[in-house]
Structure formats: structure tokens, C-alpha cells
């Protein structure tokens, strides 16, 4: 990363509604490829979630110059996207040091279980599994970051 990220709060604008989903389709497309297949992305949904969360006084919502975003409120976090291009450049940890000061500690956040590169993202910084299972549609796991956690192992 070359240090001139910017990273913004954003509000609940069209603007920023347009550039979540953009990066959104971006992501979630190569990232999840493996497990949706060919299955058609789901903007209706997406755009109703993304449009509740900006409108939610609770919630923080990161955008890092259209590649990347992240939410969180406190106790959880809600997602962290970035487009492809942008992977291992470093905006995905500027994005988490943002929404980590917002859900604080403890805090919980969901990801799915095929998700390897996500999971290994998550794990890196000292979150864990809990256990709990969403399997409401593709299976996803709730991992937990605890209080006496800093991003390190402690065994």
C-alpha cells in the first residue's frame, strides 16, 4: 500500500449505496465463485441490506476510494470487501483497523464456511470460531474476537 488510501464514514447517499454495490458484484463474484457457481448476484438484496445499514445511526460504514468497504457496529462486525485487484495491496487490514475501533472487544462477525481466504484473513487477526452455524442458506460461522485478544496467539 502506498499510503494514499483514504479511507472515508460514509452517509446514506446514492452515490455510496452505488459504489458499495459496485464493489460488492466485484468481490463477492471472484471471492465467491467457488461456492455460488453460476448462480445470478443478488443486487435486490444486497442494495436493501447495504441501503439499512447506511440509514442505521449505529453502524459505521468505510469506503477506501471504490475498492473497498467495510461496516461495523458495536460488538460486530457487519462485512469487509475488496475488489480483486486490490487484494495484498493492504486496503482490506487499512479497512479492518477502522471497523475493529467501532466493534470494539468483544466483538462477533459471520463468514462463510467455504470461505478460505476470508476465514485465513479473519484467523490472522485473532478472531475464532465459535461454533455457532448459519445454515440458512450457504453455511456460514460465526467467529469472536475476545476481550484479552490482540491479534496473537496465546498458547
Same mark, same amino acid.
Given at each position: 500500500? =502506498?499510503?494514499?488510501?483514504?479511507?472515508?464514514?460514509?452517509?446514506?447517499?446514492?452515490?455510496?449505496?452505488?459504489?458499495? *454495490?459496485?464493489?460488492?458484484?466485484?468481490? %463477492?463474484t471472484a471471492a465467491?465463485?467457488?461456492? !455460488?457457481?453460476?448462480?445470478?448476484?443478488?443486487? =435486490? @438484496?444486497?442494495? #436493501?441490506?447495504?441501503?439499512?445499514?447506511?440509514?442505521?445511526?449505529?453502524?459505521?460504514?468505510?469506503?477506501?476510494? @471504490?475498492?473497498?468497504?467495510?461496516?461495523?457496529?458495536?460488538?460486530? *462486525?457487519? %462485512?469487509?470487501?475488496?475488489?480483486?485487484?486490490?487484494?495484498?495491496?493492504?486496503? &482490506?487490514?487499512?479497512?479492518?483497523?477502522?471497523?475493529?475501533?467501532?466493534?470494539? #472487544?468483544?466483538?462477533?462477525?459471520?463468514?462463510?464456511e467455504a470461505n478460505? #481466504?476470508?476465514?485465513? !484473513?479473519?484467523?490472522?487477526?485473532?478472531?475464532?470460531?465459535?461454533?455457532?452455524r448459519d445454515e440458512? @442458506?450457504? *453455511?456460514?460461522?460465526?467467529?469472536?474476537?475476545?476481550? =484479552?485478544?490482540?491479534? &496473537?496467539?496465546?498458547?
Amino acid at each position: 500500500m =502506498d499510503g494514499d488510501l483514504r479511507v472515508r464514514n460514509c452517509g446514506p447517499g446514492a452515490e455510496e449505496l452505488d459504489a458499495i *454495490v459496485a464493489i460488492n458484484r466485484a468481490a %463477492a463474484t471472484a471471492a465467491y465463485a467457488g461456492i !455460488f457457481g453460476d448462480a445470478p448476484y443478488p443486487e =435486490d @438484496g444486497v442494495r #436493501r441490506r447495504y441501503t439499512r445499514l447506511l440509514a442505521d445511526p449505529e453502524v459505521a460504514v468505510f469506503l477506501a476510494d @471504490g475498492v473497498g468497504y467495510a461496516a461495523a457496529r458495536p460488538g460486530h *462486525v457487519e %462485512a469487509l470487501y475488496v475488489v480483486p485487484d486490490a487484494w495484498g495491496t493492504g486496503v &482490506a487490514g487499512e479497512l479492518y483497523a477502522h471497523v475493529a475501533a467501532v466493534a470494539g #472487544r468483544p466483538a462477533t462477525l459471520w463468514v462463510l464456511e467455504a470461505n478460505e #481466504r476470508g476465514r485465513r !484473513f479473519w484467523e490472522r487477526r485473532g478472531w475464532r470460531p465459535t461454533g455457532e452455524r448459519d445454515e440458512s @442458506g450457504a *453455511v456460514e460461522l460465526q467467529y469472536a474476537i475476545a476481550d =484479552d485478544s490482540h491479534g &496473537a496467539s496465546s498458547s
